[in-house]
C-alpha cells in the first residue's frame, strides 16, 4: 500500500551545501548524520576539480568509488 507523502519545499539556499543542510535539516536528520553527508559531498566535489555536482555523472560517481 502507498501512503502519499508531501512534497518538500522549495529550497531557500543556492550554495550546493548549505541545500544539502537545510534539506537534511528539513528531514530531521542527526547533526552527525549532517556532518557525514556534508563530508562526503565535499570529498566527491574535491575529487573532481571543484566542479559542480550538477555538472557531474554516473561516471564520476562510479570514479570516485572506485577511487575509495
Do not use: C
Not at 35 to 51: C, D, K, P
Request: charged content about 20%.
Amino acid at each position: 500500500m502507498k501512503t502519499a507523502t508531501a512534497p518538500l519545499p522549495p529550497l531557500r539556499s543556492v550554495k550546493v551545501l548549505d541545500q544539502l543542510r537545510e534539506r537534511i535539516r528539513y528531514l530531521h536528520y542527526s547533526l552527525r548524520t549532517e556532518q557525514a553527508y556534508v563530508n562526503w559531498v565535499r570529498a566527491f566535489i574535491r575529487f573532481h576539480g571543484v566542479r559542480h555536482p550538477a555538472t557531474l555523472g554516473s561516471s564520476e560517481v562510479e570514479a570516485f568509488l572506485s577511487w575509495l
